[in-house]
């Protein structure tokens, strides 16, 4: 009943603090910004413990998830925290990227190996997979510089961009086949886990899109785009903490 409760309170101080989060952080970061977006990643990253427990969610499946979360809040802290003076190359906004891009390598092993335990002769890439992901890629690829304005300070900026969206558009493509895939295998609460984990897949390719937009494209210091890439992302995080309730494999 207890673990109930804190669950409940968690998901309380998520919406509580995500929009004190957006208003506080605009137009510029701030202690108080900083102090909100960590009490919602918190209560994200609890919701997910919590939810272990009360589900007795000991699987692969939960584990792995949870160090994509506890990633994810590394990430939050340092892509909003003060950038160090004098060395914009080590900058902590680049061990918050990372801990993003190793978060999301976690997700993808999370949803690959248990769409492999529900697969027969699982490959790790269909033909229906490999041409979405080119669609994809390609078609975002096109429109950075004529459509989204993209600029890059230099060629290790671009690089980082495109192996970030190749991560990305896996991650998507893989929740959604692993949500479809437990849908269609009969599993306790199928529905429910399918339209988490393709909402969440879609709204973290939303996130990370629109933060790009507003970083080095055409959205810099637009209000709309960085509320929607904000409730995008921590929504994203919510509906992924919350599929260890539903989901064991």
Not at 22 to 48: N, R
Request: some cysteine; glycine content about 6%; hydrophobic content about 55%.
């Amino acid at each position: 009943m207890l673990l109930k409760v804190l669950l409940i309170l968690c998901y309380i101080l998520f919406f509580v603090f995500v929009p004190l989060y957006d208003k506080a952080y605009w137009p510029e970061p701030t202690k108080k910004s900083l102090a909100c977006k960590m009490i919602a990643a918190t209560a994200f990253v609890l919701i997910g413990v919590f939810g272990m427990f009360i589900a007795g969610n000991k699987s692969d499946y939960a584990n792995t998830m949870l160090i994509g979360l506890i990633l994810g809040w590394v990430g939050d802290l340092f892509m909003h925290i003060p950038h160090p003076p004098n060395n914009p190359r080590m900058s902590v906004v680049y061990i918050g990227a990372g801990a993003f891009l190793i978060g999301h390598i976690f997700y993808v092993t999370a949803f690959v190996k248990s769409t492999m335990a529900l697969t027969v002769d699982y490959n790790f890439f269909t033909i229906p997979e490999i041409i979405a992901f080119f669609v994809i890629f390609i078609t975002f690829a096109l429109m950075l510089k004529p459509v989204f304005k993209f600029e890059y300070k230099n060629r290790f900026m671009q690089i980082a961009l495109y192996l970030y969206s190749v991560f990305l558009i896996i991650m998507l493509i893989k929740s959604c086949l692993f949500g479809i895939t437990y849908f269609i295998s009969g599993a306790k609460n199928g529905l429910i886990a399918m339209l988490i984990l393709v909402v969440g897949g879609i709204l973290f390719f939303i996130s990370d899109l629109t933060l790009g937009l507003r970083l080095l494209g055409s959205a810099k210091g637009n209000k709309k785009v960085k509320t929607l890439s904000l409730y995008a992302y921590f929504f994203a995080q919510l509906l992924l903490s919350t599929s260890i309730l539903f989901i064991h494999i």
